[in-house]
């Protein structure tokens, strides 16, 4: 059959499968997708055509050496171009020093200097970008002569690397004034599973100090950052009179300075409130996040992100198709906002499913399974045109920094990887399988000789699979026989969205740039 032909065929459904954290790499004693047992998607790799994807750095609208991440994946996926996610601005801003004059800080500490209220900063430190922002708003408070406490979100290996990067972070605090407050672990901080349990013990530690009281820090991590049990309980920093170094209040101010939207739960929490969990809405609170969250939350941006148009979901809807998003809870945001171009209504005749993660720590339970099994029943249901499904088992194990726990969440996302495949091909349709952005290929980093817990720069997978594209070879050698590593890169994730508009006999608007694959 020619290209013509398999192009011109139409295929009910059409499948976008994102394997979350799923990148490409050589045999290394680190990368835990070659070391997990994968045969269902090996056998794709050698039975169908298989290309490889930037998937980091300028290919997703980042830095040139910056890693890939969910959020400018997801958003490049959508769009079929790069689209700046605002993280070059932040650095460009900090870098230029306009940062230092942006109006909503500015502002946050005129307000703040009145009553007399504390300044407190709320995130993650596992990102560039976040270490970036956090270091200029320390440093910025420290030339205001306003004391900036840190409530801490740990989303990295617990070692002794972590105790060394606490002793840097305390003393830029204590340079400007401040202090470390509190201190918390990811399932708490960022409530990756949609546990209303979690978000109330966030925010019962940084507005009433309820936690583990320690007057140390530095000793408690140093004496216990073999197992990490040190961080099973929230900390509360306190002074010599047992009282918590600081704590959200009335006439305060609050900024969370991650770039990605992971600690939107505790925000919601403090800015919204939730009477069921004896959550309760602080008034008169100056609240400011680096990017924007979600709409319509009472929030200062002190980076607002730009509308993308003409996205994916955005012609499909126009051309009257019907969409449907599958994800489970920690990366519904991806899914539904990021991938609809910053856009979280649904736009009509698309439906989403949210799968709910399971309660337990964010490394070591996902919904992968469950998320199969419903793409399974929907895909067989024959109502919907394009489907698009998150598999984030690789990706949430990756960021445990557990060899064996990601091999586990690989082996897993295969398990269901075959299932989905298995529906696809049932009832016709095809599928393009491909991810978002690396990580459990590489989780050892060999200078520091530690767990990687990060995202990585290396390409992604793209593979095409359909009864008729079977054997069918898109000018890749035989003699690659399904070792990806081997390939050289064949385009950008901004290519994705062309090709599915190619297959879908739609035309691409003049503003996605990128091209089809096919």
Known sequence: MSKDDLLSHKYRPLVLLILDGWGVAGAQEGNAIHLAKTPFFDELAVKYPALILNASGEAVGLG??????????????????????????????????????NTILNNTWRQLKKPQGTLHLIGTLSACQNEVAFGAMVELAGRKKIKPFLHLIIDEAIDDKLAAKLTVVEAALTKAGGAMAT??????????????AAT??????????VGRRVGSLQKLAEKNNADGAWLDKPIVLVGSDNKP?????????????????????????????????????????????????????????????????????????RADLKQLKISETGKSVEVNYFFNGGRMAAWPNEERVIVASPAGNAADFTATEEVGQVAAAKIKSKIYDFIV??????????????????KKAVEQTDQSLRQII????????????????????EM???????????????????????????GYNLGVSDAVAGDLSLLKPSGDLADVAPTILKLLQIEAPE??????LL
């Open 64 to 101: 040139q050496k910056d890693p890939g991440n969910g959020q400018a994946g997801h958003l490049t996926l959508g769009a079929g171009r790069p689209v700046s996610t605002g993280l070059e601005q932040v650095n460009q801003a900090v870098k230029d020093k306009s940062f230092f004059k």
């Open 183 to 196: 201190l918390m672990n990811v399932t708490v901080g960022l409530n990756l599973k949609n546990d209303l």
């Open 200 to 209: 109330a013990l966030a925010y019962h530690l940084i507005t009433a100090g």
């Open 245 to 317: 170094r600081a704590v959200v209040q009335a006439g305060d101010a609050v900024i969370f300075f991650d770039y990605e939207p992971r600690a939107r739960h505790l925000l919601k929490a403090v800015v919204v409130g939730d009477s069921d969990n004896k959550i309760q809405k602080i008034s008169d609170l100056q609240t400011v996040t680096l990017n924007n969250y979600e709409n319509d939350l009472p929030a200062a941006i002190i980076f607002p992100p730009l509308a993308v148009k003409e996205t994916l979901s955005e012609v499909l809807a």
């Open 389 to 406: 499904i998150n598999l984030a088992g690789a990706d949430e194990a990756g960021h445990g920094g557990n060899l064996e726990a990601v």
């Open 422 to 441: 298995k529906a696809v091909l049932e009832v016709g349709g095809l599928a393009l399988v491909t991810a978002d952005h690396g990580q459990a290929e």
């Open 444 to 470: 050892i980093d060999w200078q520091l000789d530690a767990p990687r817990p990060k995202h990585t720069d290396n390409p992604v997978p793209f593979l095409v699979v359909a009864k008729k594209w079977e």
């Open 511 to 516: 503003q996605m740039t990128g091209h089809s």
